[in-house]
Antibody, heavy 116, light 106 residues
Framework: QVTLKESGPGILQPSQTLSLTCSFS??????????VGWIRQSSGKGLEWLAN???????YYNPSLKNRLTISKDTSNNQAFLKITNMDTADTATYYC????????WGQGTLVTVSS | EIVLTQSPTTMAASPGEKVTLTCRAS?????MHWYQQRSGASPKLWIYETSKLASGVPNRFSGSGSGTSYSLTINSMETEDAATYYCQQGSSYPWTFGGGTKLELK
């Protein structure tokens, strides 16, 4: 059974760095062809793809967030991570992690609020 | 970046009605994926690689398309189908989602 669960700080101040963790089970990110991605959704808005990390450590980012994103993984502990620097109120959203070439499995999401 | 435009943005359908949602890409893509999202819940994979139904998806749903034009069809609308549907392309980076179609029950 594949499960994913996101965790994050809940609230942070503008200009701070957001650190998110995706803890998963039922698959390994060291398996050929495996991928974990991060997607966010602002309240009442659509989905925005942020980044992917693949089993071979290839990484892809949404250029709209310029150089603010860093994705990484800890294969031994079945976790993936996303850091976003210089957070702004516009980054307030629910952040999801999901598995696969197509996102067949999603976490429940973690709400991140940026507020001073 | 490939922009995906979904239409309509919102629509209402009666039980038993046939429904077609469309997704147009700004450049050709190899395939399209679709997700269903109910209010307050995470998105669910609904259709992948243009026409393959995800596990548990009723066979009244179908997907089709190629190039820049894709669609999701519900053969006969049911109450439980009311939700927002998003298309997504993974043919080229950055991966992108459409803006969504909110399907309501009439």
């Amino acid at each position: 059974q594949v499960t994913l669960k996101e965790s994050g700080p809940g609230i942070l101040q503008p200009s701070q760095t957001l650190s998110l963790t995706c803890s998963f089970s039922g698959f390994s990110l060291s398996t050929y062809g495996m991928c974990v991605g991060w997607i966010r959704q602002s309240s009442g808005k659509g989905l925005e793809w942020l980044a992917n990390i693949w089993w071979n450590d290839d990484k892809y980012y949404n250029p709209s967030l310029k150089n603010r994103l860093t994705i990484s993984k800890d294969t031994s502990n079945n976790q993936a991570f996303l850091k976003i620097t210089n957070m702004d109120t516009a980054d307030t959203a629910t952040y999801y992690c999901a598995r696969g070439n197509w996102f067949a499995y999603w976490g429940q999401g973690t709400l991140v609020t940026v507020s001073s | 970046e490939i922009v995906l435009t979904q239409s309509p943005t919102t629509m209402a359908a009666s039980p038993g009605e046939k429904v077609t949602l469309t997704c147009r890409a700004s450049s050709s893509v190899s395939y399209m994926h679709w997700y269903q999202q109910r209010s307050g819940a995470s998105p669910k994979l609904w259709i992948y690689e243009t026409s393959k139904l995800a596990s548990g998806v009723p066979n009244r749903f179908s997907g089709s398309g190629s190039g820049t034009s894709y669609s999701l069809t519900i053969n006969s609308m049911e109450t439980e189908d009311a939700a927002t549907y998003y298309c997504q392309q993974g043919s080229s980076y950055p991966w992108t989602f459409g803006g969504g179609t909110k399907l309501e029950l009439k």
